[in-house]
């Protein structure tokens, strides 16, 4: 069977500060800028999961797009959305909120509900113009 990818888009809205507190405030200042504002800020985040495989001959899907919808809602949504993702979210308690790092989470608490045999990427966008995207290590 032919791989297709196959993606869905979701969006989240959450509150960080970048900011490394082995440094200074002005150093902190001077390699984050406005993001290490101590009173933190905030993205409308969108993001898109995309998973590559084969079309299942019987239900003409890589994966249910529905089924994908739920996982995100669970394992993304409900644990960032409306959060500080610095306070409120343990993953980054240790753990710098950059999108890099945030697109890393994302990944490794979605690859654990995906079968292994579609490959996962993720990309997220934290402004129109900025955004990465992560595939595995």
Same mark, same amino acid.
């Given at each position: 069977m032919p791989k &297709?990818? &196959?993606h869905r888009k979701a969006h989240f809205n959450a509150a960080h500060r970048l900011f490394n507190e082995k440094w200074s405030a002005e150093k902190n200042f001077e390699i984050f800028g406005k993001c290490s504002n101590p009173n933190y800020h905030g993205h409308n985040y969108d993001l898109i999961v995309s998973l590559t495989g084969e079309i299942d001959p019987e239900t003409g899907f890589v994966y249910d797009l529905g089924k994908l919808k739920n =996982?995100?809602?669970s394992e993304i949504? !409900?644990?960032f959305d409306h959060k500080n993702l610095n306070i409120d979210v343990p993953d980054f308690q240790n753990l710098n909120p950059t999108a890099e790092n945030i697109s890393v =989470?994302?990944? !490794?608490?979605?690859r654990v509900c995906i079968p292994e045999k579609l490959a996962l990427s993720i990309t997220l966008y934290e402004t129109r113009r900025n955004y990465v995207t992560y595939s595995g290590a």
């Open positions: &297709v990818t &196959v =996982v995100i809602k949504e !409900n644990s =989470v994302i990944f !490794n608490k979605l």
